[in-house]
């Protein structure tokens, strides 16, 4: 065991966080924390790294091990590179390296005992530095800043130029390259792009130290947690398995909670109600019987009512009217910044009820396709058509398109002035604001409540056509399950940009991914993307030979390579024909399996007495048995030509 938490407690303002907080992490152990927000999550990490004195309670980090810990917004004051600040953490083996060079100096200059002596501090010291990675440590440094989104021109960069995400990364790369024995981590994927999340998940899949997270992103944890602690009304409780394994369990338990706890209501209500009786008698042993059952009552542990799922905010998105079939049409569109090339001659369409995500890595230009779209950014070439009917509802996830000096209530009353001060306050309080706090300016509320706000806005839009810009950035997982419903039931198109790969897996039908400065299309959702992104890294050639293989960025294959190339529409309709394809081989395959199974349960009926006996009933077998043998053929020519084509 590498720690240990008993009994912490927690109070702010006389308002219990924390009740009786225990859990214990095994070394090597990948453990989530997870909660609603506001639950006292990263209070929990504070006091497990000092930074905050616990009420009651202890915490015990094993003798002699070390742990690093990453907070949300976690900034580095430097005057260093990006590199040189990295680089910082190494300091011992470079002032061990330093001092070895000086003894190969010193060793040309002496001889004889003291030259033995010097060998041998030689060896000792050589040992160490092998030992501590110092053959490797730059090697290892590059690969943490090119895991973590940096390029080798952003290597020089000075950190007081950095955005807060980027100080950030640096801070988390500097983590990982101290290698503690317990990691701590809070939220370390909110300013990291797909390719920089998934390289952090295999880091520490592999990592030989333990680690404990917060984080909102699903995907992520499923990959890496292998114990999820939640914290739910003060107390924790703690899952064995990963984030899809703790909510099937959650649930489980929180319907036996429930049960139980309605059960013990219905005894309560009929003690104090045979109690009432008792009393009513007004004679003397009723009254001490009643007494009695009273005493008995009060001694009772009374439980508390479960939380319910997902029942805090409510999201209803409906069209107020029905759009054409066609909704949107992009074609060869382009757009730089200067000597910037995000995107060039890229195109796509949208039908009628389609759900549609953007991927890629940040600064790719997908929060600008959305701009230009939406009429906020002009494109350099390009033609965008909107069909019959469409009406836009627009989610930016910086929120511009809310006014900083409104109130909420003024946010939604001038957008909206047909509503009454009471469905304002009613739409309000489906988004968590209620009482006083429909009258806060928007510009004094976090970004997780205007997120709600502008959610809000965008339910009371009743579009056809919804444009999303990282939808659930700041909101917890509870509210994106919420969100997730919504979007789900929604009759009308989404399109939208977003980092949430479980978000994306609940709610995407079909994906564009923007890598290279074009669009690939793949008609699924994440994980088939992932899925066929794997496949075509694996056709593609390796080797250093290989241009495709030496650049991760380009490891596409030949088959995306090719796909690349065509057009949307032909990259669309080849990859419906494979599609297609698809699906008939299965259909094929399990009509094969009915016949043969029929054809083997038909050679069964005619070696029973009672059938072989009757001519009428063996010729009707028999006839069927044909039947089904002449489809089988059919079939099965037609299984391998698909095996053939589709291989």
């Not at 006389?14 to 506001?38: M, P, R, T, Y």
């Given at each position: 065991m590498i720690l240990s938490c008993q009994n912490i407690c927690k109070s702010f303002n006389?308002?219990?966080?924390?009740?009786?907080?225990?859990?214990?992490?095994?070394?090597?152990?990948?453990?989530?924390?997870?909660?609603?927000?506001?639950a006292g999550k990263t209070t929990l990490l504070r006091?497990?790294?000092?930074?905050?004195?616990?009420?009651?309670g202890n915490v015990i980090l094993a003798k002699n091990k070390s742990f690093g810990y990453l907070a949300q917004n976690q900034s580095v004051d430097s005057n260093h590179t990006i590199y040189e600040e990295l680089l910082t953490v190494k300091q011992n083996l470079i002032d061990l390296e330093q001092r070895i060079r000086q003894m190969e100096l010193e060793m040309k200059s002496v001889s004889g005992s003291e030259l033995e002596k010097l060998m041998d501090s030689y060896a000792l010291l050589t040992h160490q530095f092998e030992a501590g990675g110092g053959y490797s440590y730059r090697s290892e440094l590059v690969g943490v800043l090119k895991g973590l989104g940096f390029s080798e021109e952003e290597f020089g960069k000075s950190i007081a130029t950095l955005s807060g995400g980027q100080k950030t990364?640096?801070?988390?790369?500097?983590?990982?390259?101290?290698?503690?024995?317990?990691?701590?981590?809070?939220?370390?994927?909110?300013?990291?792009?797909?390719?920089?999340?998934?390289?952090?998940?295999?880091?520490?899949?592999?990592?030989?130290?333990?680690?404990?997270?917060?984080?909102?992103?699903?995907y992520f944890l499923d990959r890496i947690a292998g114990k999820v602690i939640e914290i739910d009304q003060t107390k924790a409780t703690s899952f064995l398995g990963n984030y899809s394994s703790y909510a099937v369990k959650k649930e489980e338990l929180r319907t036996a909670r429930l049960k139980a706890y309605i059960n013990q209501q219905q005894e309560i209500k009929h003690q104090e109600e045979v109690i009432a009786k008792l009393k009513s008698f007004n004679r003397e042993k009723s009254i001490k019987r009643a007494e009695s059952r009273e005493k008995m009552l009060n001694k009772i542990e009374r439980l508390e009512k479960p939380t319910e799922t997902r029942t805090d905010m409510h999201i209803s998105l409906e069209p107020r009217i029905v759009s054409g079939n066609d909704v949107l049409y992009v074609e060869n569109l382009s757009k730089s910044f200067g000597t910037l090339q995000l995107f060039q001659d890229i195109g796509f369409e949208l039908k009628r009820g389609e759900h549609v995500a953007i991927i890629g890595d940040n600064g790719t230009g997908k929060t600008t396709i959305l701009k230009i779209i939406n009429g906020l950014l002009e494109p350099d070439t390009g033609l965008i058509r909107m069909g019959t009917n469409v009406h836009i509802g627009y989610y930016d996830q910086e929120h511009h398109v809310?006014?900083?000096?409104?109130?909420?209530?003024?946010?939604?009353?001038?957008?909206?002035?047909?509503?009454?001060?009471?469905?304002?306050?009613?739409?309000?309080?489906?988004?968590?604001f209620t009482g006083e706090d429909v009258f806060k300016r928007v510009g004094d509320i976090s970004g997780g409540e205007r997120g709600r706000v502008s959610l809000a806005k965008l339910m009371l839009s009743e579009s056809n056509f919804l444009i999303l810009d990282e939808p659930t950035n700041h909101l917890d997982i509870a509210s994106k399950e919420i969100l997730e419903d919504a979007l789900n039931n929604y009759t009308g198109t989404v399109l939208y940009v977003?980092?949430?790969?479980?978000?994306?897996?609940?709610?995407?039908?079909?994906?564009?991914?923007?890598?290279?400065?074009?669009?690939?299309?793949?008609?699924?959702?994440?994980?088939?993307?992932?899925?066929?992104?794997?496949?075509?890294?694996?056709?593609?050639?390796?080797?250093?030979?290989?241009?495709?293989a030496a650049s991760p960025s380009n490891a596409n294959g030949r088959e995306q390579e090719s796909l690349a190339k065509l057009s949307w529409k032909e990259q669309k309709e080849r990859q419906a024909l494979q599609r297609k394809k698809e699906n008939e081989l299965k259909r094929t395959e399990e009509r094969i399996e009915v016949l043969e199974n029929r054809d083997a349960e038909i050679d069964s009926l005619m070696a029973q007495p009672d059938v072989c006996t009757n001519v009428a009933r063996l010729q009707e077998l028999s006839r069927e048995k044909e039947s089904i043998r002449a489809e089988l053929d059919t079939l099965m020519e037609r299984w391998e030509a698909l095996e053939s084509e589709l291989s």
């Open positions: 006389d308002k219990n966080i924390l009740q009786n907080i225990s859990f214990h992490i095994e070394e090597q152990e990948k453990a989530a924390i997870v909660g609603v927000n506001g006091i497990i790294v000092g930074e905050l004195a616990a009420d009651e990364r640096v801070a988390l790369g500097k983590l990982l390259l101290l290698r503690p024995d317990l990691i701590i981590l809070d939220e370390p994927t909110n300013h990291l792009d797909m390719s920089s999340i998934t390289w952090l998940e295999t880091y520490l899949l592999n990592y030989k130290g333990a680690v404990i997270i917060v984080s909102h992103d699903r809310l006014h900083t000096e409104k109130t909420m209530f003024e946010e939604i009353s001038d957008d909206y002035p047909t509503l009454t001060n009471t469905e304002i306050r009613n739409t309000l309080a489906a988004f968590l977003s980092h949430d790969r479980y978000f994306i897996n609940r709610t995407a039908s079909r994906i564009l991914d923007l890598s290279g400065r074009i669009l690939t299309n793949y008609l699924g959702n994440y994980d088939y993307y992932l899925e066929k992104k794997q496949e075509s890294l694996a056709a593609a050639p390796s080797g250093p030979a290989s241009p495709m």
